[in-house]
T-cell receptor, first 111, second 112 residues
Framework: DAKTTQPTSMDCAEGRAANLPCNHSTISGNEYVYWYRQIHSQGPQYIIHGLKNNETNEMASLIITEDRKSSTLILPHATLRDTAVYYCIVSHLPYGQNFVFGPGTRLSVLP | DADVTQTPRNRITKTGKRIMLECSQTKGHDRMYWYRQDPGLGLRLIYYSFDVKDINKGEISDGYSVSRQAQAKFSLSLESAIPNQTALYFC???????????FGPGTRLTVL
């Protein structure tokens, strides 16, 4: 599976949109992009995933570039409870054995 | 009640001891996973199971074994614990051809 690269940390003001980037330049045609987050030392929480179209759910939006080499997770109105480590993962379906959680991006939402 | 539970939540043990971590789920999912997380790092896959009696090695299976005797239960054993197995251990489940994994609360294991 393709490797991902994310910034180590980011800050965002409360109430503003948080835009978390992820590079996955070696992604192949049948690989999906997943986003999870981990609040403190709790179990990771699924946020969203997509293949090539932009996706939106009640938590976030996922924007995937046309060449699929990068993506952005958008939290439209960040709150203090969104402070967490966010993981971008690229994986085939259904091969969960290759689900690799890298170090992720530590997002701090500031009051 | 939580959908994915792990017991114990915290455990301190000594080098050389055998220890078992338990995971139970009420989600009815067929796939279950064990991960470990070291401080400041992401999660690494230890073992996974796609169904009862199905066992597959992950990235870091050495020193660990697992058992899946029932769909709802997946246990992780450390045959002879060593200090570098001190970590946070997570169990996760998913259903069929879907990588939306649901995680348990974690077990903090310390090996002295």
């Amino acid at each position: 599976d393709a490797k991902t690269t994310q910034p180590t940390s980011m800050d965002c003001a409360e109430g503003r949109a948080a835009n978390l980037p992820c590079n996955h330049s070696t992604i192949s045609g049948n690989e999906y992009v997943y986003w999870y987050r981990q609040i403190h030392s709790q179990g990771p929480q699924y946020i969203i995933h997509g293949l090539k179209n932009n996706e939106t759910n009640e938590m976030a939006s996922l924007i995937i570039t046309e060449d699929r080499k990068s993506s952005t997770l958008i939290l439209p109105h960040a709150t203090l409870r969104d402070t967490a480590v966010y993981y971008c993962i690229v994986s085939h379906l259904p091969y969960g054995q290759n689900f690799v959680f890298g170090p992720g991006t530590r997002l701090s939402v500031l009051p | 009640d939580a959908d994915v539970t792990q017991t114990p939540r915290n455990r301190i043990t000594k080098t050389g001891k055998r220890i078992m971590l338990e995971c139970s789920q009420t989600k009815g999912h067929d796939r279950m996973y064990w991960y470990r997380q070291d401080p400041g790092l992401g999660l690494r896959l230890i073992y996974y199971s796609f169904d009862v009696k199905d066992i597959n090695k992950g990235e870091i299976s050495d020193g660990y074994s697992v058992s899946r005797q029932a769909q709802a239960k997946f246990s992780l054993s450390l045959e002879s614990a060593i200090p570098n197995q001190t970590a946070l251990y997570f169990c996760a489940t998913s259903r069929g051809f879907n990588n939306e994994q649901f995680f348990g609360p974690g077990t903090r294991l310390t090996v002295l």
